[in-house]
């Protein structure tokens, strides 16, 4: 058992009560409780990414435009209260993501290898991106569910261009191909999956 810091803690309630939003299909809810869940019992191996990339200096900005939203001001500053512990990753590859992409996004673990809480068995993040940006066509095992924190849009296969609005969600079956797209806005959004 590892002592996990209050910050981390309260992050983790409220991001649980923004994943159980009937705005969220039923099977992102489902796999958030299950995720959360195993984030009863804390659990850190002590590894930590510690790089920050240029896309990170966007985090402040698009929380402060979060905070203006009652509803999301809980999310904003439990954001802020542990970003200085978020280990940031980033994908360098990748089908169709727009000129420059590797710059202009980052991914920040908070539960999950090099995380806040470093782990194996789930993952709990966010990704934020520049206006004007296209994360590249990707895909993975695990299933996952995102909650949207700021303007943007995300694409399953070839379908179309879905915004699932401020606080709204989409769910990714296993291996399914997805990418997401930032507008005149910074991007942002939380995601976990189960390892």
Request: glycine share 10%; with cysteine.
């Amino acid at each position: 058992m590892t002592t996990r810091p209050e910050v981390l803690t309260e992050f983790i309630r409220v991001a649980r009560q923004h994943f159980a939003s009937d705005r969220l299909p039923a099977e992102g809810r489902k796999i958030a409780k299950e995720v959360f869940a195993r984030l009863d019992d804390s659990s850190d191996d002590g590894q930590r990414a510690g790089t920050r990339y240029p896309a990170c200096e966007w985090l402040d900005a698009s929380l402060v435009a979060l905070s203006g939203d009652v509803r999301f001001r809980d999310i904003a500053m439990a954001l802020k209260a542990v970003a200085p512990l978020i280990g940031w990753r980033r994908r360098t590859s990748g089908a169709n993501g727009s000129p420059g992409y590797v710059e202009q996004h980052a991914n920040g673990i908070i539960c999950g290898p090099g995380g806040a809480e470093s782990r194996s068995d789930v993952q709990l993040g966010l990704t934020i991106m520049l206006p004007n940006t296209r994360y590249p066509d990707h895909s993975h095992p695990p299933e996952e569910a995102y909650v949207l924190l700021s303007p943007g849009e995300f694409r399953q296969g070839d379908g179309e261009w879905v915004d699932p609005g401020l606080g709204g969600g989409i769910y990714n079956t296993p291996n399914i191909v997805h990418a997401m797209r930032s507008s005149a806005s910074p991007f942002l959004a939380l995601w976990c999956l189960l390892v």
